[in-house]
């Protein structure tokens, strides 16, 4: 039996489902939490359905500090989505607490737990089906960034220290070389080259953050397209999900890493490069709804250097995989040997792509920056 499966029922028991559950199966395709989708049954009413998580205990050490940002951003969310008319029980994630009343409940082996409301008539996409959807996202994602611009930055915790430092992911890489820990290594010299060559690509992001010319904002961090629940009916963005990591950060990260994993027509984890490339359509469309969600809060500065948010995160993730292969695959989930490596391999592709298209791509964000 799967670790979180050993003490499911524990676990549901802790939790007032206002109604008897009718079953809880694993949901989604998150690489870090383990997620299941609890079914309940009320006497007088169609299923009622939950998100039940146990968070990693890998990526997260201190899920205290974790749900205080979640319960502080969630409940801030709420409230301007209300004032601007919106409907806050779609719009954003509220935290269900446990009978001890605690912000979630851990089990007897230790995990930790946390329950929301499913946000019902939604689609969860796994890639961009067409540029219509991709600027949704985009805009879902800018949107989210200027509600969160007067959010006291200084309460939240850094929920992963480094996350995003990505000169810290390439001296992790190179740990991880050292150690050799699986004799992996020897296997992996194209890529482990690959990122050694991009060095001083590593620093673009941080020194222009250091000099002071880009900001720290609250970010989201993780703005995968999976990572927004597109309302069914119009389209449009609906919630922003996985806060895991709302913190301090860089508004050009959460442009690039929507880019990295929707600006593509391939799953992460392709095996054949041949089909992972680039789509510039996809890169323009997210540009300019991004911007437009974003609604001028973004300094010339950061809307120079989104390019380079794209493919700092993009790298940074590959190099991400990369050490997770040559550790044994102790962080990201994986379902089959080899696919830490494989998504390595198409993190690079995409690099590759835009490093061959630079100029394409500087050129889209000079003609949406005129709004
Ligand atoms: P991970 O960090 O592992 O990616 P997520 O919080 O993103 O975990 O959740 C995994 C998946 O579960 C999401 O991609 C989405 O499909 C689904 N999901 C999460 N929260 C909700 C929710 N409140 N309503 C509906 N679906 C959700
Ligand atoms: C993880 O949690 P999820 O699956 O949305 C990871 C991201 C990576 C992504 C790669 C907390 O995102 O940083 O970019 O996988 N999240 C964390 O797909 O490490
Ligand atoms: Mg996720």
């Known amino acids: 039996m799967a670790e979180a499966e050993k003490t499911l029922q524990e676990v549901l028991s802790a939790f007032d489902f206002g109604a008897p559950v009718v079953g809880a199966v694993r949901y989604g395709e998150g690489h870090i939490n383990d997620t299941f989708c609890v079914h309940t049954q009320p006497a007088d009413r169609a299923c009622r359905r939950f998100i039940l998580q146990r968070m990693s205990a890998a990526a997260f050490k201190r899920p205290d500090q974790l749900m205080e940002n979640i319960i502080g951003v969630t409940d801030y969310l709420g409230r301007q989505i209300e004032k601007a008319g919106g409907d806050r029980g779609r719009e954003a994630l509220e935290v269900l607490r446990p009978k001890n009343g605690e912000p979630y409940y851990t089990d007897s082996l230790g995990g930790a737990w946390r329950l929301y409301p499913f946000v019902e008539d939604t689609i969860c996409y796994q890639s961009a089906q067409s540029p219509e959807l991709f600027a949704a996202s985009g805009r879902a994602f800018g949107r989210f960034q200027r509600l969160l611009r007067d959010y006291p930055a200084s309460t939240l915790h850094e929920t992963i220290p480094r996350f995003h430092d990505t000169e810290d992911r390439l001296q992790k890489l190179r740990d ?196």
């Open 176 to 371: 991880a070389v050292a150690a050799d820990k699986l004799g992996r290594v020897k296997d992996c010299r194209p890529e482990i080259d690959f990122c050694l060559r991009r060095e001083a690509d590593c620093s673009v992001a941080l020194s222009a953050m250091r000099e002071g010319r880009i900001p720290l904002r609250v970010t989201h961090n993780d703005t995968k397209l999976n990572n927004v629940l597109m309302d069914k009916d119009t389209g449009e963005g609906l919630c922003i999900i996985d806060l895991d990591t709302v913190m301090p950060g860089l508004a050009i990260n959460d442009f690039g890493d929507s880019i990295r994993f929707g600006a593509n027509h391939s799953a992460e984890d392709e095996t054949d490069l041949s089909k992972v490339d680039l789509d510039v359509e996809l890169f323009a469309a997210y540009t300019a709804a991004f911007l437009e969600g974003a609604g001028g809060s973004l300094t010339d500065a950061e809307i120079d250097l989104l390019p380079w948010g794209a493919k700092l995160m993009t790298l940074e993730c590959g190099i991400r995989f990369l050490t997770d292969h040559l550790a044994g695959d102790v962080y990201f989930h994986i379902s089959r040997e080899g696919q830490n490596l494989d998504r390595c391999r198409t993190q690079f592709k995409l690099v590759a792509d835009m490093e061959a298209r630079w100029q394409e791509l500087c050129e889209i964000v000079g003609q949406y920056r005129k709004g």
